[in-house]
C-alpha cells in the first residue's frame, strides 16, 4: 500500500471510481458525474489552499480522499469536510483507514479542529466505518438528498482532531 499527493495524472482514474459512485450508489447524493476539467480545478482547489488530496494505491489505484473548509467563512476556518472512495475491490483491507488516518493527520499539522463526514443514511457500510474511526454522530438531517427517484437522509459525523 502506498499513500500519495493526487496528481493530474491521477485524474482519469478518480473520475472513473467517483462517476461509478455518481451512477450505481448513494455514496453520494450527485447525480452529475465530473468532468476531468472539474477535477482538474478541484485538485489544483486543494493545492491553493493547503488541503490534502491524497491517492493511495495497492497494486494499482485503490481510491482518493480529500478535504475542505465545512462551509465558507473566517468562522469555519478550523472545520473541515473529506471525500473518501474507496474501489469495491479496495475494501475491507485497511486502505480507507490508512487514507482517512492520512487525511486527519493532515488536518490536524494545519491546525484543523473538527473533521466532519456527510454520509447518506442509507450507506450503513461508511457510517460503521466512520464510528470504528472515532467519529460519532452529530445530526442526522431527514430527506435532504434525492436520488434514485427517493428522499434520503445525510448523517453528519464529527470527529475532533484537536
Given amino acids: 500500500m502506498r499513500l500519495r499527493p493526487a496528481s493530474k495524472g491521477d485524474l482519469?482514474?478518480?473520475a472513473s471510481l467517483w462517476n461509478h459512485a455518481i451512477r450505481e450508489t448513494v455514496e453520494t447524493f450527485n447525480r452529475l458525474e465530473k468532468s476531468p476539467a472539474e477535477l482538474a480545478?478541484?485538485?489544483d482547489e486543494k493545492e491553493?489552499?493547503?488541503?490534502?488530496?491524497l491517492v493511495v494505491e495497492a497494486g494499482g489505484f485503490a481510491g482518493f480522499g480529500h478535504y475542505g473548509q465545512f462551509r465558507g467563512g473566517v468562522g469555519y476556518a478550523h472545520t473541515m469536510e473529506h471525500t473518501l472512495y474507496l474501489a469495491p475491490a479496495a475494501r475491507g483491507r485497511g486502505l480507507g483507514r490508512a487514507l482517512l488516518t492520512a487525511l486527519e493527520d493532515h488536518a490536524r499539522a494545519r491546525a484543523v479542529h473538527s473533521l466532519l463526514g456527510g454520509i447518506a443514511g442509507e450507506n450503513a457500510p461508511s457510517v460503521a466505518?466512520?464510528?470504528r474511526?472515532?467519529?460519532r454522530e452529530v445530526a442526522t438531517l431527514p430527506q435532504v438528498g434525492f436520488k434514485f427517484g427517493r428522499w434520503m437522509d445525510l448523517v453528519l459525523m464529527q470527529k475532533i482532531l484537536s
Fill in 12 to 14: 482519469p482514474d478518480i
Fill in 41 to 43: 480545478a478541484l485538485l
Fill in 48 to 53: 491553493a489552499a493547503g488541503h490534502a488530496f
Fill in 129 to 131: 466505518f466512520h464510528a
Fill in 133 to 135: 474511526m472515532g467519529y
